[in-house]
């Protein structure tokens, strides 16, 4: 049997750990309840027990916790950051999830047993860059940045010391990862330094009697006809009139699903495959977690992988397999 592709999952709540868990998930990752993660949203993540009880509850079932500190630190403020990487070190994690060069310093430092992955946040892409993460700061893994084909992900395995992670479902974005501009520029909270993209408490939707208007902070950014399904209202998934004529202009709804092409991305040398959704319910991750663990599972046996299923969990019910399989330069 081959080696078998490790799924990492999301866990934006207790019950959503419990749930990815049971549907077969090796590990999930998480953040605590404040701005030093990147899906800092209320109602969601982590209070320092609930994190005691969900690493208890992991490894009871044979499963990691990675605990993302992947938002930059604020100048001169860095004791919360510190205090995550702290706490997730003293209550049992199994990694934490890093981002930025002085918190990955600190992490090596004060807690050298603790295993540290390079967050997307990051952007590294390059062999170089990687190769700088784990000289300098001991990193054993990095989650890839997508924008890399399945081609260009193996050569690079064969150029780095440390094992790759690579997202397999879940939102596209259209900027550079960890360097998104577009909600600070609206709403002045950054996805990189506050943890959250077009927060929910700059978000109206407005009943026109025929239409709905969604609305981020002062911008339009989608016109709904009665009866369409209305998106939650990001810039770069908003709907804008240009040269008279109303379209997408950044990016369309549709969801990453790489289900199709894991033989692919086990013959080039992946480690683990991330599937995106903190954000999402308990629902949608027990439906993508069973699939992505059937698939998984056939794939290591050399079968062929089940597929399908999972078009009533993407955004606007369209799915692509984005820059994994692009033909443009």
Not at 293 to 304: F, H, K, L, T, Y
Request: aromatic share 8%.
């Amino acid at each position: 049997m081959t080696k078998r592709l490790e799924l990492v999952c999301p866990a934006g709540t207790p019950a959503a750990l419990r749930a990815a868990i049971d549907a077969g998930a090796d590990a999930v990752y998480l953040g605590f309840r404040d701005e030093t993660n990147a899906r800092n949203f209320p109602g969601l993540n982590f209070n320092r027990n609930e994190l005691a009880q969900g690493v208890a509850y992991a490894h009871e079932n044979g499963a990691k916790v990675l605990v993302a500190v992947n938002t930059y630190p604020e100048a001169g403020n860095p004791g919360p950051w510190h205090s995550a990487v702290d706490d997730a070190a003293m209550l049992g994690a199994d990694a934490v999830i890093l981002a930025d060069i002085g918190l990955a310093d600190y992490a090596q430092r004060t807690h050298p047993d603790l295993r540290r992955h390079l967050s997307v946040q990051a952007s590294a892409s390059n062999a170089e860059a990687i190769r700088f993460y784990h000289r300098a700061f001991g990193v054993k893994r990095v989650v890839l940045p997508r924008v890399l084909t399945v081609a260009e992900i193996a050569r690079l395995n064969t150029e780095i010391p440390v094992e790759t992670e690579v997202f397999v479902f879940g939102g596209l974005c259209v900027m550079a990862e960890g360097r998104c501009s577009l909600s600070s520029y609206v709403t002045g909270q950054s996805p990189n330094m506050n943890g959250v993209c077009s927060p929910a408490s700059h978000v109206r939707y407005v009943d026109q009697g025929s239409r709905l208007v969604s609305k981020l902070g002062d911008f339009t950014v989608n016109v709904f006809a009665d009866g369409e399904q209305a998106g939650y209202p990001t810039l770069c998934k908003g709907r804008f009139v240009a040269e008279g004529k109303a379209s997408y202009l950044f990016e369309e709804p549709t969801s990453l699903n790489a289900i199709d092409i894991l033989p692919e991305l086990m013959a080039a040398g992946v480690t683990a495959l991330k599937i995106e959704g903190r954000q999402r319910s308990r629902a949608y991750v027990t439906k993508v977690v069973t699939a992505f663990r059937r698939a998984v599972d056939a794939a290591a046996r050399g079968e062929p992988v089940p597929t399908g299923g999972l078009e009533t969990v993407t955004e606007g019910q369209r799915e692509t397999t984005g820059a994994y399989s692009k033909s443009w330069q």
